[in-house]
């Protein structure tokens, strides 16, 4: 088999308002609905925030398992629940996530400015999480705002061993105002950072949706798409659905003479607990 792209879709995150954005998914059938469209059109992995009856975003633990439930009964995608959540969830919160017992969940590496708001990270925070992925055999993903975060990544593998598994797989969100620039040879310096072996995937949000998007199938890496992270495809053009978007990467991943990759493989890199 030829070499493939991992597509993870994030289609929600915890900053867009529904009434700003009505294609963002907010309700458990609209995440259903998204994630089946989003699985035909190539995604493996979904990236999870959820949101309450009034479309705010929430950590609520009974939702979370519906959730998982609901996902994993309608379709064969690898569920990762965000740890992250928004920027006012407080830890504990973000903690208790795992409880739902998620195939992965993401593990942000750092504190970073995030626009206007900071995005509380630090280290005893990051290892209890990371401990409690170990111990409820959670795959983590780990998120890499900055070079700095992957500085922190080493810490943390260096301190507590190697994830459940036993294989590091790594998102570079780039663009973020306060965070690393979505830019190549930005993408480069942290990719030549990363632990040996580690995989990695990178998305651009906003405007720098499309040059990470290329920079990462260039230099070899997998893609995150959704409308956690831009919900244009270009300016003036708002995205109708998280699927366009994943059928836009599976078509470059394709003309990079990488398809997406099925979500069993998926599974098998990223030692998914079976
Ligand atoms: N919503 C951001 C504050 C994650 O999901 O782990 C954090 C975020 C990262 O989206
Ligand atoms: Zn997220």
Known sequence: MGATTLITVAPTGAESAKADVPALPVTLDELVQTAKECE???AAVIHVHIRDDDARPTLDPFLLQDTVTALRESTGLIVQLSTGGAVTDPYEDRLRVLDAAPDMCSLTCGTVNFGDDVF????????????????????????????????SLHRLLDKYGLPYGGHVHCDLVMGVPGGMPGDARTLVAAVEALPDGATWSATGIGRTSLPVLFAALSAGGHL?????????????????????LVERAASAAALAQRPPMPAADARALLAIKP
């Open 120 to 151: 509380m990270n630090p280290w005893p925070f990051m290892a209890e999480l990371y401990q409690r992925t170990q111990e409820l055999e959670v795959v983590p993903e780990f998120e890499l705002f900055d070079l700095g975060h992957v500085a």
């Open 40 to 42: 035909a059109a190539g």
């Open 224 to 244: 995150r798409v959704g409308m956690e992270d831009t919900v244009t495809f270009a300016k003036g053009q708002p995205v109708t659905a998280n699927a366009r």
